[in-house]
């Protein structure tokens, strides 16, 4: 018989868990109760629905479960979403802000944004994106100034792409996150020397606030949080 689960406020705002050690979990209150978007777990407490987050599909959670203090996306928000994909952490993030917030999802794949419409049935605080996020002039004509900027793009040039993007949407003194994947910059130098020359471009154009690696949730994978 599964034991009880008791899911309490976490540290991080607006995001709860539930265990200890290896058997803590990550959860966010359902803005839309009854519905799941990838199979999580959904539990029932005190009348309050709340959704499992899983740290292998999603980065995000990843980084919460390895000790990130504040994720700064906070209820009624707007985020500007950059390599959304078909939804997964973006429905979590949909929870986070709620009715009151908002979230541009943009993704470049016609496949992968056609899912994202068919979460947005269900989730009116998204706004799916069909755009390259190379070119953030396209996307501003379909998307607003945002309080933080989220990214998980895996390309070569993520970095650039991240900058660029800061520049033209975030909002001053707003947060912006990068969830880096090492092999996409390059197959050969070592992830972690990655990471390190990365820390140092961040932080020579704003105020790195948090970095973590999310091994094993996310094999060759940084997280950086940095304030405009």
Request: hydrophobic share 40%; glycine share 4%; proline share 4%.
């Amino acid at each position: 018989m599964r034991p009880e689960i008791k899911i309490r406020k976490s540290k991080v705002f607006e995001v709860y868990e539930s265990g200890e050690g290896k058997f803590r979990r990550i959860y966010t209150e359902s803005l839309v109760p009854g519905k799941k978007v990838y199979g999580e777990r959904l539990v029932v407490q005190d009348k309050t629905e709340f959704r499992e987050w899983d740290a292998y599909k999603s980065k995000l959670c990843a980084a919460v479960l390895k000790g990130c203090p504040n994720i700064f996306i906070r209820r009624n928000d707007t985020v500007l979403y950059l390599g959304s994909a078909s939804g997964t952490t973006v429905s979590h993030v949909s929870d986070i802000v709620g009715e009151e917030g908002f979230v541009f999802a943009v993704d470049m794949a016609p496949r992968v944004v056609r899912d994202l419409m068919f979460l947005c049935y269900d989730r009116k605080n998204i706004a799916p994106i069909l755009a390259d996020a190379h070119k953030p002039d396209e996307i501003a004509q379909r998307a607003s100034q945002a309080d933080v900027l989220y990214q998980d793009v895996a390309q070569k040039d993520q970095v650039d792409i991240f900058l660029k993007n800061i520049d033209m949407f975030l909002k001053d003194k707003g947060y912006a996150i990068l969830a880096l994947k090492a092999r996409s910059i390059d197959v050969v130098r070592r992830p972690s020397d990655i990471f390190k020359e990365v820390k140092h471009r961040l932080e020579a154009k704003m105020t790195l606030v948090d970095y973590r690696q999310l091994d094993p949730f996310q094999k060759d994978h940084a997280f950086y949080v940095c304030k405009k």
